[in-house]
């Protein structure tokens, strides 16, 4: 059984911030940055590509009364939600959820860089839709 749904079925601890029927919430273990949290599908679902789509409907709705709530609660000034997918993406824990990170400054400890490549544009949207 994944550590998730061992926090899930209440066989190891975890700091609880919201629960219903489908979708449990936990701060992160690493905090990141204060109040990081994660938001869970109380079913087991590998990655974004496993899951149905009335539950994530639900599980991103939670994503986002959570992100305000944190955001607000926590005095912060941004919020990055993050979902990463497969190793290769920096998926450690192989059931599904998303990241709520609250941001306070450049150098609250969360980072995320973007670096641009010259790329054909046509070519790979040509790639990924035929
Ligand atoms: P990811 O790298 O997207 O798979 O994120 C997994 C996250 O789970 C990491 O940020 C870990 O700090 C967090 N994590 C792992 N074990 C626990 C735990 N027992 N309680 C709370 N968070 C955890
Ligand atoms: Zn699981």
Do not use: W
Not at 11 to 29: M, R
Not at 101 to 106: C, G, H, V
């Amino acid at each position: 059984m994944c550590i998730f749904c061992k926090i899930i079925e209440k066989s190891i601890p975890a700091t609880i911030l919201y629960e219903d029927q489908t979708v449990i919430a936990f701060l992160d273990i690493s905090q990141t940055t204060r109040g990081h949290t994660l938001v869970v599908p109380k079913e087991h679902f590998a990655d974004i590509e496993d899951i149905d789509d009335n539950t994530l409907a639900h599980l991103i709705k939670v994503v986002k009364e959570l992100s305000v709530k944190i955001k607000t609660k926590m005095g912060a000034n941004g919020i990055n939600i993050l979902n990463n997918n497969g190793l290769a993406a920096g998926q450690t824990v192989e059931h599904l959820h998303f990241h709520i990170i609250p941001r306070y400054d450049e150098h609250d400890g969360f980072n995320c860089s973007f670096i641009a490549h010259q790329e054909d544009l046509l070519a790979i949207a040509n790639l990924i839709n035929n």
